[in-house]
């Protein structure tokens, strides 16, 4: 089991930045991968940004050069850093650990207005 304890988030202004942290405990020795996702009202979960061991970052196309993520393996912890925010932004951002399963956090609101 993993377990994972999302902060950050809120409200902001275009053009502003925020930034996410998601803290893995448990087995996080088996964690292949972690990742953020996000979901906005009416739409399909998908992937923001992907960290792993085997193959390094990948972002999605829409926030290549705003976000960026980073791990600190000495505190277990994944962070979403996010420049730039536009309000087609807003969703509630996921955080997410690949082991043999998959495990979520519980989601954290992020809303940029316009």
């Known amino acids: 089991q993993v377990q994972l304890v999302e902060s950050g988030g809120g409200l902001v202004q275009a053009g502003g930045s925020l930034g996410l942290s998601c803290a893995a405990s448990?087995?996080?020795?088996?964690?292949?991968?972690m990742g953020w996702y996000r979901q906005a009202p009416g739409k399909q979960r998908e992937l923001v940004a992907r960290?792993?061991?085997?193959?390094?970052?990948n972002y999605a196309d829409s926030v290549k050069g705003r976000f960026t993520i980073s791990m600190n393996n000495a505190k277990n912890t994944v962070y979403l850093q996010m420049n730039s925010l536009k309000p087609e932004d807003t969703a509630v951002y996921y955080c997410?650990?690949?082991?043999?399963?998959?495990?979520w956090g519980q989601g954290t609101q992020v809303t940029v207005s316009s």
């Open positions: 960290v792993a061991r085997s193959d390094g970052t």
């Open positions: 448990g087995r996080i020795f088996s964690i292949n991968a």
């Open positions: 997410n650990a690949e082991t043999l399963y998959v495990y």
